[in-house]
């Protein structure tokens, strides 16, 4: 059973759409949370959600945004795709948090390719 | 400027060679956290360290907590091809966190 699935694997999409990827983790977790991760491997957290409480890191556009239907799920909507958009996003919850004291488990990522 | 930096980027060696590399910061964490990625994969937690000059050991690695809580090593004795990855560490001040660009490690059969 996978503890943290994201969906889809990999999408490819054109400049100027909006997407969605979406997560779920079935460990029961307070916390989840969305990072990217640029061609250079460098991981950046980008949101963390707990609660209703969503925590922003502010480098972030507003063309981003979490959406949680429910506790087990954080999913990702972005509007109006850029060409530096392209990134690999990884979801992760953790069962408090949020803090790095916590573990987090991420899940396998979502490679995004903007065109 | 990074908040956290790794040494060095990429490391390759041979197979039963022992290596160390290193996560550091002008910043004081209250934790640091080291991670193994692979490729394809999401990054997977090693180990947390947290208090101030803690030795922490998971078989063959070996992870080091600076006294000021600002630097980290992780050492791995007798390195094998299953060590293969990105070594990325991850610092917490507050509720934030950042991550270091990582160290790509390769062993070599």
Not at chain 1, 22 to 35: A, F, S
Not at chain 2, 6 to 21: K, W
Not at chain 2, 75 to 92: E, N, R, S, V
Request: charged residues 20%; contains cysteine; proline residues 5%.
């Amino acid at each position: 059973d996978t503890a943290v699935s994201q969906t889809p694997k990999y999408l490819v999409t054109q400049m100027g759409n909006d997407k969605s990827i979406k997560c779920e983790q079935n460990l029961g977790h307070d916390t989840m949370y969305w990072y990217k991760q640029d061609s250079k491997k460098f991981l950046k957290i980008m949101f963390s959600y707990n609660n209703k409480e969503l925590i922003i890191n502010e480098t972030v556009p507003n063309r981003f945004s979490p959406k949680s239907p429910d506790k087990a799920h954080l999913n990702l909507h972005i509007n109006s795709l850029e060409l530096g958009d392209s990134a690999v996003y990884f979801c992760a919850s953790s069962a408090q948090g949020p803090t790095m004291a916590d573990t987090q488990y991420f899940g396998p990522g979502t490679r995004l390719t903007v065109l | 400027t990074q908040l956290l930096e790794q040494s060095p980027q990429f490391l390759s060696i041979q197979e039963g060679e022992n290596l160390t590399v290193y996560c550091n910061s002008s910043s004081v964490f209250s934790s640091l956290q080291w991670y193994r990625q692979e490729p394809g994969e999401g990054p997977v937690l090693l180990v947390t360290v947290v208090t101030g000059g803690e030795v922490k050991k998971l078989k063959r690695l070996t992870f080091q907590f600076g006294d000021a809580r600002k630097d980290s090593s992780l050492h791995i004795t007798a390195a094998q091809p299953g060590d293969t990855g990105l070594y990325l560490c991850a610092g917490d001040y507050g509720q934030n966190f950042v991550f270091g660009p990582g160290t790509r490690l390769s062993v070599l059969p």
